[in-house]
């Protein structure tokens, strides 16, 4: 039998992964393609299939501005307007879920094609929809936001 001291455990990785998404980012960081990817992979993770809505403090800047045409008009700016936006989201589609099909990134944009789905409380009736997102990265945090979303269907 193989010796277990080598062997990262699932555990170790967990608790690493939880420290590096905790772990603040320093305002004059500039991060690698590869460092936003991993950014926006861990947002999408946390932000909205943990739905822990504090992470939008932590993640997005204090001048966050969306592009996104499913973004309602007259978004509150900063943290606070994406916080608002998925609260609602999850009231009417509380299993809400969103996989990350493609992600590409180049300098400080992450291009992110996204499967959604989730369960119309109001109705019962299962629905998903798919986009593309793009995502600005400065200093450590989402400054910018471009979506292009389908409308949600029923799953057939």
Not at 53 to 59: E, G, K, P
Not at 62 to 70: M, T, V
Not at 118 to 124: N, R, S
Request: proline share 7%.
């Amino acid at each position: 039998m193989p010796s277990q001291a080598g062997l990262i455990t699932s555990e170790a990785v967990n608790e690493r992964q939880r420290r590096e998404c905790s772990a603040p980012v320093p305002a004059s960081t500039v991060m690698s393609s590869e460092e936003n990817k991993a950014f926006v992979r861990r947002h999408f993770e946390e932000f909205v299939n943990q739905k822990n809505l504090d992470v939008a403090d932590r993640n997005f800047a204090a001048d966050y501005r969306e592009h996104g045409s499913d973004a309602p008009p007259n978004s509150d700016p900063g943290p606070l307007g994406p916080k608002t936006y998925l609260a609602a989201a999850f009231k009417r589609y509380p299993d809400l879920r969103v996989v990350i099909e493609d992600i590409i990134a180049e300098g400080d944009k992450v291009a992110v094609r996204n499967r959604w789905q989730a369960t119309d409380a109001q109705t019962g009736i299962a629905m998903e929809f798919s986009g593309i997102v793009i995502w600005r990265v400065s200093a450590g945090k989402l400054a910018e936001r471009w979506a292009y979303l389908q409308t949600p269907h029923p799953i057939h």
